[in-house]
């Protein structure tokens, strides 16, 4: 754990999961996951990450609702959202952007070790660069 | 023969005339038959007296004295009979009553003629009129008989005129008052003053019958009779006016003669055309005294038409209409009842649109008669019911017989153009009169005027009505179409869904092979040899075409159904082309092809465009170049021209055939034989390129030299304009 910042990731898929998880502790980052979102909704009030990477299409909540409930609560409204999605038309996109997140990515136009460049960029205050663009 | 038999002889003259022509114009109506043996007895009468005065011995006087006493009673008779019938002789006398009149009558005439209890002697006075000397029972049983059936007659009259109206009545009131005038000139001239033994103006009475027998003959053959009182109003206004023309006329004439003496002629000459030529507004003046002063009750008829014509000006409202006319008419003629008829084609009926008046609220309607409309209604502007039971009754009975049974007096056909189509149907005055002339002329333009303005109603109505079903029908359209909006809009956000759950579903997959791919060719999963990770690239690559495809497939979709939205922004090209080339040099260089790039060294100006969508047209030109090309060289260039940007990528490929050429950019179009050397190509890249290219408003195209000759495609945006 050479970095002690803690990144939220929302997502039902197992294998991505899994491959985002060894990604993320082969680069050294503190990784933590909610599998739908509600649980993830908990994690964020309980473990106050520095970024949430959030899916859209989950079980129960949506992705949106999701990031509605975190920009409603007092305690994780401040935490930074990326939507990380494969839905990636325009409507979805400004969608998600127009419900608070700070930047939109689509899983299938980046590679893991991308996603890790952006999930630094974001740490690491420059995550501007990243809106609306892919990794 | 002296002047007063002349004018005796002219009047029993004129009185047989009248006795005649009656009975001319109904022999068969016992009605008419007793009339003329009514005329008969009063010619008798004047024939008597003339007689009478013109015989030169005692005893021929007495004959013709008896003779012009039993006249009366004749005179008297028949008219008692003639009131009893008239005006029709369905009034049947009762038996007992011939019995007592004529029994009664042929008595006295009895006495008269065969006794001296009546008539006793004749006296000659010289220079004067004869004297007669009376029997006993001429004071009592004579004159009694005739005062007393005169007053009974008067009785008979009197009853009728107070159950009569409308014609029938007036033509009482000409009988009564033609019988009372000759009745009274003659009991006072030949009964009274006798009695008195003034024998003076013996002869007046005969001159006077004139009077009765005229009024009385004209009441039964004209039909249409005028109102007494406008004859009154009409004569008094002449006289008025005669009488102030003539007092200074003739003064004028005096002092005239006075100054220029016999010149006479030509006096008479100048006061005749003064007073001709002031007659007439000296008349007029007159008339506006007696219509202001005399007769206020009439109305007058100008004002009650400006006034209707005013209302139904103000209206389109069918009811109003209705309720104005009726008002008007009602206000000025006193009209009992009135109704409004209104034809229905449907039922082919005059049906009561409205009515006034009637106690009981029954609707009626007449139904067409055929013949009656045509003949009658069509070419009358007002029929008075009187004179078409006269002239119609026995063809159309049922018509007259309906407008006898709802006590309709006047009929007012609504008339436009040619079609009929309504009535007013007007009930008795109120006074019992009749209609006059003037109420007549009055109907007539109501008539006219009421017609108009409930045709313009109709019609209006008409077009409301089609108004209200014609929004109806709008509404109802227009519903449908909603709901098939709404369907349609249904449908569509569920294919668009479906769409992107699809993609979405594909894509999954997709990035999880590519995470994977990427890691072990990044040395994640440990060390690669060579041979390993150039296989592992090329499935990477071909996953990354996998990926475009679906992408590609999602726009296509969106394309299609006009929702595939922009982004506009400001960006710069040649920063997009780089990054495009550093993600598939890779898949070139794998293909043992080079690939260089021909970019300014200056940065070039920007564009308007959207990033994403143009990545993929960039995308998709160069990787269709890397995919028919086998072996050489794909050159990519940048450049500005004018007011654009254009981007080309060449390469030394397949080439395209010329007929080609112009289907490359259609959806589903790929060079021929394509197929056969690259399965992957769907064309669908080509397609989407020219969709997102036209959307930015810039211009795509292709050039080759022909087939195995190599290819190049550009497109041109223009530069963003500050």
Request: charged share 25%; net charge positive; with cysteine.
């Amino acid at each position: 754990m050479a970095d002690a910042k803690k990144i939220l990731l929302i997502e039902d898929e197992q294998i991505l999961v899994e491959l985002y998880q060894m990604k993320f502790e082969n680069e050294g980052l503190n990784l933590i996951v909610a599998m739908d979102g509600e649980d993830g909704l908990m994690m964020a009030k309980k473990e106050k990450p520095d970024l949430i990477l959030l899916d859209i299409v989950l079980p129960g909540m949506n992705g949106y609702q999701v990031l509605d409930a975190l920009k409603a609560d007092k305690e994780t409204k401040n935490i930074k959202v990326y939507i990380l999605s494969n839905l990636g038309q325009k409507e979805e996109i400004d969608q998600g952007l127009e419900g608070g997140a700070d930047g939109y990515l689509i899983k299938a136009n980046i590679t893991p070790s991308q996603l890790v460049d952006s999930v630094r960029k974001v740490l690491d205050g420059q995550g501007a660069g990243v809106k609306k663009r892919r990794g | 023969m002296d002047l007063i038999n002349t004018s005796i002889a002219i009047s029993a003259g004129i009185n047989l005339m009248m006795g005649i022509l009656v009975l001319f114009k109904g022999k068969r109506k016992i009605i008419n038959q007793i009339f003329s043996l009514f005329a008969l007895s009063v010619v008798t009468w004047s024939i008597s007296m003339m007689l009478y005065r013109s015989a030169a011995t005692v005893g021929d006087s007495i004959f013709w004295c008896k003779t012009l006493y039993v006249s009366p009673i004749f005179i008297v008779s028949f008219l008692i009979c003639f009131a009893y019938l008239f005006p029709e002789s369905s009034d049947k006398i009762k038996k007992y009553i011939y019995v007592i009149v004529f029994g009664s009558g042929i008595s006295l005439s009895g006495l008269v003629l065969f006794t001296d209890m009546i008539i006793k002697s004749v006296e000659f006075a010289p220079g004067q009129e004869k004297k007669i000397i009376f029997g006993s029972l001429y004071y009592s049983i004579y004159t009694l008989f005739i005062s007393g059936y005169f007053l009974w007659l008067y009785y008979i009259l009197f009853r009728k005129l107070r159950r009569s109206s409308g014609i029938v009545r007036q033509q009482i009131i000409y009988i009564f008052s033609g019988i009372l005038l000759g009745s009274i000139a003659g009991m006072l001239t030949n009964l009274t003053l006798p009695t008195l033994g003034n024998f003076s103006l013996n002869w007046a009475g005969q001159i006077s019958s004139l009077v009765m027998v005229l009024l009385t003959s004209y009441a039964i053959v004209r039909l249409h009779l005028m109102d007494i009182r406008f004859v009154l109003r009409r004569y008094s206004v002449y006289l008025a006016s005669l009488i102030t023309i003539l007092i200074p006329a003739i003064f004028l004439k005096y002092l005239l003669s006075l100054s220029f003496g016999r010149q006479s002629i030509l006096i008479d000459f100048v006061v005749l055309v003064l007073s001709i030529s002031i007659f007439s507004s000296v008349k007029d003046y007159y008339y506006r005294i007696a219509n202001k002063y005399f007769f206020s009750s009439l109305y007058d008829a100008r004002e009650v038409i400006a006034d209707l014509s005013e209302k139904l000006k103000a209206t389109l409202e069918v009811k109003m209409i209705y309720a104005f006319v009726s008002g008007t008419l009602v206000n000025v003629l006193h009209i009992k009842t009135m109704t409004v008829l209104i034809w229905n084609e449907k039922t082919r009926e005059y049906e009561a649109a409205f009515d006034t008046g009637h106690e009981r609220k029954e609707r009626y309607s007449f139904t067409e008669e055929p013949g009656f409309y045509t003949e009658v209604i069509k070419h009358n502007r007002v029929i008075i019911t009187d004179e078409s039971k006269e002239k119609f009754g026995e063809r159309y009975g049922r018509t007259i017989a309906l407008l006898k049974k709802y006590d309709i007096h006047v009929l007012v056909p609504l008339l436009v153009k040619d079609k009929t189509i309504g009535l007013l149907a007007l009930g008795p005055k109120e006074s019992g009169d009749m209609y006059n002339h003037e109420d007549v002329q009055v109907l007539e333009i109501v008539g006219a005027q009421t017609a108009i303005a409930l045709e313009n109603a109709l019609l209006y109505k008409e077009t409301k009505d089609f108004n209200v079903t014609l929004e109806k029908e709008v509404k109802r359209a227009t519903a449908e179409l909603k709901a098939a909006n709404v369907k349609l809009k249904e449908l569509d956000a569920a294919k668009s869904e479906f769409i992107s759950i699809a993609s979405h579903q594909l894509r999954t997959p997709l990035s999880i092979i590519k995470g994977y791919i990427s890691m072990m060719i990044e040395g994640n999963f440990g060390r690669l040899t060579d041979k390993k990770r150039d296989a592992l690239e090329k499935v990477f690559l071909s996953n990354e075409r996998l990926i475009r495809l679906v992408e590609n497939l999602l726009n296509i979709s969106r394309i299609e159904s006009g929702k595939l939205q922009y982004d506009f922004e400001e960006m710069r090209l040649d920063e997009l082309v780089r990054d495009v080339m550093d993600e598939l040099s890779g898949t070139a260089t794998g293909k043992g092809l080079s690939i260089d790039a021909e970019l300014p060294a200056e940065a070039l100006p920007p564009v308007g465009a959207d990033e994403e969508k143009l990545r993929q047209v960039v995308m998709n030109l160069i990787d269709n170049a890397i995919k028919y090309t086998t072996k050489g060289r794909i050159a990519v260039s940048l450049k500005r021209a004018g007011d654009e940007i254009e981007f080309c990528v060449s390469d030394s490929g397949m080439g395209i055939r010329p007929e080609d050429l112009p289907n490359l950019f259609k959806k589903f179009s790929r060079g021929a034989g394509t197929s056969l050397v690259h399965t992957e190509g769907t064309g669908l890249g080509l397609f989407v390129a020219k969709k997102v290219i036209d959307a930015h408003s810039g211009k795509i195209w292709a050039e080759s030299k022909g087939a195995g000759r190599g290819a190049k495609f550009c497109f041109k945006l223009p530069i963003l304009k500050n």
